[in-house]
């Protein structure tokens, strides 16, 4: 069993920056692509952001592409997400996710998520 925890999250203003991180432990699943999503209040949970074993291949929602950066310290097991140029549309609580099918951006383990909120 996966367990992921997610941290780094709070209340920034348009333009701010905040790194999310997401510790995980336990499960042998050290080399599984991890994702971030998020999910506003009244929508359903979106795609943000992947990243393969090696950290050589990401992907990232076009809303996000060039503003967010997805990475991992596979010593540690802990994935990263870089948060730049914030908007208030990005307010949501993001979940990081591990062993995902990236093609269908699908994963098996979601953390308990971490609010960002974005002031205007």
């Known amino acids: 069993q996966v367990h992921l925890v997610e941290s780094g999250g709070g209340l920034v203003q348009t333009g701010d920056s905040l790194r999310l991180s997401c510790a995980a432990s336990?499960?042998?699943?050290?080399?599984?692509?991890r994702g971030w999503f998020r999910q506003a209040l009244g929508k359903e949970r979106e795609f943000v952001a992947t990243i393969n074993w090696s950290g050589s291949s990401t992907q990232y929602a076009d809303s996000v592409k060039g503003r967010f950066t997805i990475s991992r310290d596979n010593v540690n097991n802990t994935v990263y997400l870089q948060m730049n140029s914030l908007k208030p549309e990005d307010t949501a609580v993001y979940y990081c996710?591990?062993?995902?099918?990236?093609?269908?951006?699908?994963?098996?383990?979601w953390g308990q998520g971490t609010q960002v909120t974005v002031s205007s």
């Open positions: 336990g499960g042998t699943f050290s080399t599984d692509p």
């Open positions: 996710a591990a062993d995902c099918i990236v093609r269908v951006r699908s994963c098996n383990y």
